[in-house]
């Protein structure tokens, strides 16, 4: 699968890992794991509801969240945050 990253994700992620350099190599990871398997079981992504109803999450830690749309083969990411800011 293909990633886009958007602008806003862009602009989060930057600030996330510069408040927290530590998360560089998970959040590498989890890159990587999506454009493998956006279903690999340890992101736990699965689909939202709501006002968010045809996008999807997974997990980078415990309280960080990654929220992204699925396009043909192109995974656009769109925020990342915590449980609260994201959602």
């Given at each position: ?15 996330l890992l510069k408040k927290n350099p ?24 699965h689909a939202l509801s709501g006002g968010?109803k045809g996008k999807y999450a997974c ?29």
């Amino acid at each position: 699968m293909r990633l886009e990253l958007e602008k806003d994700f862009l602009k989060h992620a930057k600030k996330l890992l510069k408040k927290n350099p530590l998360l560089q190599q998970t959040y590498e990871e989890l890159l990587r794991k999506l454009s493998i398997n956006l279903f690999d079981p340890s992101l736990h992504t699965h689909a939202l509801s709501g006002g968010l109803k045809g996008k999807y999450a997974c997990s980078l830690t415990y309280d960080l969240r990654v929220i992204f749309n699925l396009y043909d083969d192109i995974v656009h990411l769109l925020d990342i945050g915590s449980h609260d800011e994201v959602y």
